[in-house]
């Protein structure tokens, strides 16, 4: 079966220092896709990045890059120079099933606070 | 961008009535939507899949019948919540991935929250 999992409940990151959200993952199909998404208080899910698992590179997005490590099964999302605003809760997702279904399951979260 | 909204925001309704919610994708056709359900502080988990023009298919545990899912057009899916209960309330959020993006990525509505009293 396919788990995803995210370790830390609550992350605090002083204003524009660096910060790593831990997420492992497990399963047995050879393509999938890793996503991480962002949830602010008011509920939307924004789209942060996307990893495939036959790319070979690491994932950027702007301030947003994910450490995929393939043998280790894990996929960190690491954000640079913290902002105020981006104070809210991070999901680490995984697509179910081999390929891509759109089906997502989803880590149980890690809530991230910038400190001024 | 890919947009998809929902509709209502916000319902609150009395325990034994039914809830619409709709979700659009508003500048893509998309054939396949999800819906999801999120409890307070919790994670997100899949409840079922709509397909355009056939039968949704349902995760393991959830009840066809108490919500029903109708996909009528490329844009439109509709989730409805009968005869709600206390434990129905929850965020409901549904989502649709982009064609010709390879699929990958999954854009998400801005959610409805539900409250049953």
């Known amino acids: 079966a396919q788990k995803i999992t995210q370790t830390q409940p609550g992350m605090f990151v002083q204003e524009k220092e660096a910060v790593t959200l831990d997420c492992t993952y497990d399963t047995s199909d050879p393509s999938y896709g890793l996503f991480w998404y962002k949830q602010p208080s008011s509920g939307e899910m924004i789209f942060l990045i996307y990893q495939g698992s036959y790319d070979q590179q690491n994932a950027t997005e702007g301030r947003y890059s994910l450490n995929f490590q393939k043998a280790r099964k894990s996929a960190n999302l690491v954000i640079s120079a913290s902002q105020l605003g981006d104070s809210a809760m991070y999901f680490c997702a995984m697509s179910r099933g081999s390929g891509n279904t759109g089906k997502l399951i989803f880590g149980q979260g890690t809530t991230l606070q910038v400190k001024p | 961008g890919a947009v998809v909204s929902q509709h209502p925001s916000w319902v609150i309704c009395k325990s034994g009535t039914s809830v619409k919610i709709e979700c659009r994708s508003l500048d893509f056709q998309a054939t396949t939507m999800f819906w999801y359900r999120q409890f307070p502080k919790q994670s997100l988990m899949l409840m079922a899949t709509?397909?355009?023009?056939?039968?949704?298919?349902?995760e393991q545990g959830v009840e066809k019948d108490k919500f029903l899912i109708n996909h009528a057009s490329l844009t439109l899916s509709t989730l409805t919540v009968t005869s709600a209960h206390p434990e129905d309330s929850s965020f409901y959020i549904c989502?649709?991935?982009?064609?010709?993006?390879?699929?990958?990525?999954?854009?998400f509505g801005p959610g409805t929250r539900l409250l049953v009293l």
């Open positions: 709509s397909n355009e023009g056939s039968k949704a298919t349902y």
């Open positions: 989502s649709a991935s982009v064609p010709g993006m390879g699929g990958e990525t999954q854009y």
